[in-house]
């Protein structure tokens, strides 16, 4: 036996079919113990854990604090051992079967908040609850991919539209949805009601993650038309551009804690003015 609050002597490992995943796959994984001292067992158990982590934000007057929090999704778990005795190199596995929900989120890593990087991870973990000892963990990071959106979801164009004092703004994006890879063609049209000096024209796509209380965009693509622009009342402009996805590793997502929107964006920006803007949002799927 070993001595209170010691962690005794073994080996727990995870041995998983395969690391990555979709929704509704199963997953096999098997548990195994090395013993290398007696000790009792009071439970084993294996679960299939999702995981939020996501920023806490703390203003004071020493100054701005990020912490990290987290929250569990989901968590399925098997017993494995009950009230057993673990004997010096007596091994024991256990193999179990756990499926992904068919709604499961995807694993996913967002823009790091000063030391702080949230997202959504997903691992099997394996626990021991020894008595009279430390007990016993170890884990097995898989990663969980998001479904592709469907091709009769994909196809519907999106508008906005928007009226300043100085112009009427619309914004028409090729589809309200998209995918890795994918590229977005639309254009801006401006009603010119008063003469606007712009120092830029541009349209943008930005990812927007809201993991806690803490905000962050990132510019995924952007196109500037013109510079140092003077827009004459009564006229109408237009301009026409191609946005690229590219690669996504942060989709669309919406949870209690956290949220990332992808936003198709135009700005009249002035110097020394407000800026004149116009936004669509879509939904962005891996």
Request: glycine content about 6%.
């Amino acid at each position: 036996m070993v001595s209170r609050f010691r962690r005794p002597r073994a080996d727990l490992s995870i041995q998983v079919d395969r690391t990555e995943l979709q929704p509704g796959e199963e997953l096999e994984a098997r548990v195994v113990l090395l013993p290398e001292s007696d000790f009792r067992v009071r439970q084993g158990t294996i679960a299939l854990v999702c995981t939020e982590n996501y920023v806490q934000k703390t203003s004071s007057q020493y100054g701005t604090h990020y912490s990290r929090k987290k929250q569990i999704l989901f968590n399925m778990e098997e017993s494995f051992l009950n009230a057993s005795t673990a004997r010096n190199g007596v091994p024991h596995s256990t193999d179990v079967r756990m499926a992904i929900p068919a709604d499961a989120l995807p694993t996913l890593t967002g823009i790091k908040v000063s030391h702080v990087e949230p997202g959504i991870t997903w691992e099997v973990t394996a626990f021991l609850d020894v008595a009279g000892a430390r007990d016993i963990r170890c884990e097995q990071p898989v990663s969980v991919s998001g479904l592709p959106a469907t091709d009769d979801v994909r196809s519907h164009p999106v508008v906005a539209q928007t009226k300043h004092e100085q112009c009427a703004m619309t914004l028409s994006v090729s589809s309200g949805n998209a995918r890795s890879g994918d590229t977005l063609d639309g254009d801006l049209r401006a009603e010119i009601l008063q003469d606007v000096t712009a120092e830029e024209i541009r349209v943008a796509l930005v990812r927007s993650e809201k993991f806690g209380n803490e905000e962050k965009n990132l510019t995924v693509d952007e196109v500037t038309f013109e510079r140092d622009v003077t827009l004459r009342s009564g006229r109408m402009r237009e301009w026409r551009f191609k946005l690229d996805v590219g690669q996504v590793g942060v989709p669309t997502l919406t949870t209690d804690k956290s949220s990332v929107r992808w936003l198709v964006k135009a700005w009249l920006t002035r110097n020394m003015r407000r800026d004149l803007r116009i936004e669509q949002e879509i939904r962005v799927e891996i």
